[in-house]
């Protein structure tokens, strides 16, 4: 995919956009040909499946009623993602998540209060990313928080010396949740997770993460996985946590 559909021409010149398009190399187009399309629709980037635009597009939505209520929800305490990390009353730790996506495990870590990087390669993700994150700076209730707490980088994670080159400083916990196929492709695959497959893919490479994730952590490295997964890299993990829908494998540098 390399276009993003805006409504009419006059929309080439717009500011926003042309950032958009520059930063993740997208030309702006009127015509919509593509099954799997980013468009700017109501004033943010949207990914829409062409043939059913009913059904809306998928956008960062951190400013949404749904973020803020999630955002109230969140605790040290409830959160398996919190103590996978490490989190604890007196210690929030730095995490670089090395698979951002749509960048919510990223938001519910900063809003336990860790400082997070987000590193995304996919451009079309990235994109979505950035101006989600764009969005929420621009918003009242989220601007100072989403500054201090969430930076985002487009690179692979794959490419340690580049990570390193534009990383700060070296992260606590470098965080993983790489694609996985599906057991199965049933019809209650949410709209979200069915355009992201479709546009992602698998991420066939995620085994050369854990590596590069084992130099950088200072801490420990936590790999998200379905249940019924491998562990990344056939490594076997120093523990492992459970939650409802999935595991987090923890490989820890410290004890
Ligand atoms: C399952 S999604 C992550 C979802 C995310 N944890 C969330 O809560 O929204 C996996 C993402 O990792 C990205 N990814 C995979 N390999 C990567 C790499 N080497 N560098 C950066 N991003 C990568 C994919 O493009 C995809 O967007």
């Known amino acids: 995919m390399s276009s993003i559909k805006i409504e009419s021409a006059e929309l080439l010149e717009h500011p926003i956009l042309t950032d958009i398009a520059s930063r993740f190399g997208f030309s702006l187009?009127?015509?919509?040909?593509?099954?799997?399309?980013?468009?700017?629709?109501?004033?943010?980037?949207?990914?829409?499946?062409?043939?059913?635009?009913?059904?809306?597009?998928?956008?960062?939505d951190f400013n949404s009623p749904q973020s803020d209520y999630r955002r109230s929800q969140i605790s040290i305490k409830k959160e398996a993602i919190a103590k996978a990390v490490g989190a604890k009353a007196n210690h929030r730790p730095s995490v670089l998540d090395a698979t951002a996506g749509l960048g919510r495990d990223g938001f519910v870590l900063a809003a336990l209060g860790c400082k997070v990087t987000l590193l995304e390669r996919n451009p079309v993700v990235a994109a979505l990313l950035y101006d989600g994150l764009?969005?929420?700076?621009?918003?009242?209730?989220?601007?100072?928080?989403?500054?201090?707490?969430?930076?985002?980088?487009?690179?692979?994670?794959?490419?340690?010396?580049?990570?390193?080159?534009?990383?700060?400083?070296?992260?606590?916990?470098?965080?993983?949740?790489?694609m996985y196929p599906h057991k199965k492709k049933s019809a209650s695959v949410k709209k979200e997770m069915k355009?992201?497959?479709?546009?992602?893919?698998?991420?066939l490479d995620a085994d050369g993460l854990l590596e590069n994730a084992l130099k950088l952590a200072?801490?420990?490295?936590?790999?998200?996985?379905?249940?019924?997964?491998?562990?990344?890299?056939?490594?076997?993990?120093?523990f492992v946590i459970s939650s409802k829908k999935n595991r987090f494998d923890i490989y820890a540098r410290t004890v």
Do not use: N
Not at 140 to 163: K, N, P, T, Y
């Open 29 to 60: 187009t009127t015509e919509l040909s593509l099954p799997f399309q980013l468009a700017w629709l109501d004033e943010k980037l949207q990914l829409m499946q062409t043939d059913t635009p009913a059904q809306g597009g998928v956008s960062v």
């Open 134 to 178: 764009r969005r929420a700076k621009a918003s009242a209730s989220l601007s100072g928080w989403i500054e201090d707490r969430l930076e985002f980088i487009h690179c692979s994670s794959l490419d340690l010396a580049q990570v390193e080159s534009l990383v700060t400083s070296a992260p606590e916990v470098v965080y993983l949740d790489p």
């Open 195 to 203: 355009v992201f497959q479709s546009v992602v893919g698998a991420d």
């Open 218 to 238: 200072t801490q420990r490295v936590v790999v998200k996985r379905p249940d019924y997964a491998e562990p990344l890299a056939g490594v076997k993990p120093s």
